[in-house]
C-alpha cells in the first residue's frame, strides 16, 4: 500500500500510478490510497483515514494477495502517515513499513506558510510528530531520504531513524521529487532496497 504526500493538503493517489508497474510485473500487488485534504479536514483526519484505509485493505475479502504480507509505505507526508499507523494503537496488520522522504517532526511546519491550511498549534504538532514518540519495536524497515534533498527533509529522515535506535539510508544525487521516479525503476538502488523489505516478509 502506497501513501501519497503533498503536505496533507494536495496531490491524489493518481498522480503516483507509475510506481505500480513494475512492482505489479515482479507479482507484488499494489494499492494507492486516498485520503481527504486540508483544510478541508485536519492532520488528525487523515491518520485516522489513513489507517482506516489499512485496516479495510486488510480485510477486504474480494482482494487477492496475502494479508500476512501487508506492507505500507509513502513518501513526504505519506512517510508521516506511514510511521503514524506503525505506532498506532490497537496495533495494525502491517508487516513492514517504508518511509520515504517523510516529515517526522510537524513543529517546524508551524513557521512556514504550509501551516495556513494545516493551522497546527505547538500541543497538536507534537503529538502528530513520530520523532517525538518513537516506537522502536513498531520501526520502519526502510527510513529513507535523496541526499539532493534539502537539509530539513534529510535532518527530519535522520532524527526520526536516530529516535527508533537507526540509521536513515541516504540516496546520493535524488532530490525529493526525483526519489519516486527511482522507485518506480527496477535498475536503482532504492527499488531493490524496497523489494528487500517486501521479500523480507515472505
Known amino acids: 500500500m502506497f501513501i501519497h504526500g503533498g503536505y496533507w493538503r494536495a496531490l491524489d493517489k493518481r498522480d503516483f500510478s507509475f510506481i505500480a508497474p513494475p512492482f505489479v510485473a515482479a507479482g507484488i500487488a499494489v494499492t494507492l490510497v ?3 485534504l ?18 479495510w485493505t486488510h480485510d477486504a475479502s474480494t482482494l487477492p494477495f496475502n494479508r500476512r504480507r ?10 508521516h502517515l506511514t ?14 513499513g517504508v518511509a520515504i522522504s517523510g516529515v517526522f517532526d510537524l513543529a517546524p511546519l508551524m513557521e512556514t506558510n504550509v501551516n495556513e491550511q494545516i493551522a497546527l498549534d505547538e500541543e497538536r504538532a507534537r503529538a ?20 539532493a534533498e534539502t537539509d ?5 529522515s535522520r532524527d526520526y531513524a536516530a529516535a527508533l535506535g537507526r ?5 546520493a544525487g535524488l532530490d525529493h521529487y526525483t526519489i519516486m521516479t527511482a522507485l518506480a525503476d527496477p535498475t536503482t538502488e ?3 532496497d524496497v523489494r528487500r523489505v517486501i521479500d523480507a516478509t515472505a
Open 38 to 55: 486540508c483544510p478541508k479536514v485536519t492532520v488528525e483526519t487523515i491518520v485516522a483515514e489513513s489507517q482506516r484505509a489499512i485496516r
Open 34 to 36: 486516498n485520503y481527504d
Open 190 to 192: 532504492l527499488h531493490s
Open 70 to 79: 501487508l506492507i505500507v509505505g509513502g513518501h513526504s507526508a505519506g512517510g
Open 167 to 171: 540509521m536513515a539510508k541516504i540516496y
Open 152 to 156: 530539513g527533509f534529510i535532518g527530519q
Open 83 to 96: 510511521a503514524m499507523a506503525l505506532a498506532a494503537e490497537p496495533r495494525l496488520p502491517i508487516a513492514a
Open 128 to 147: 502528530l510528530s513520530p520523532t517525538h514518540h518513537p516506537r522502536p519495536d513498531r520501526a520502519p524497515e526502510l527510513i529513507c531520504v535523496g541526499g
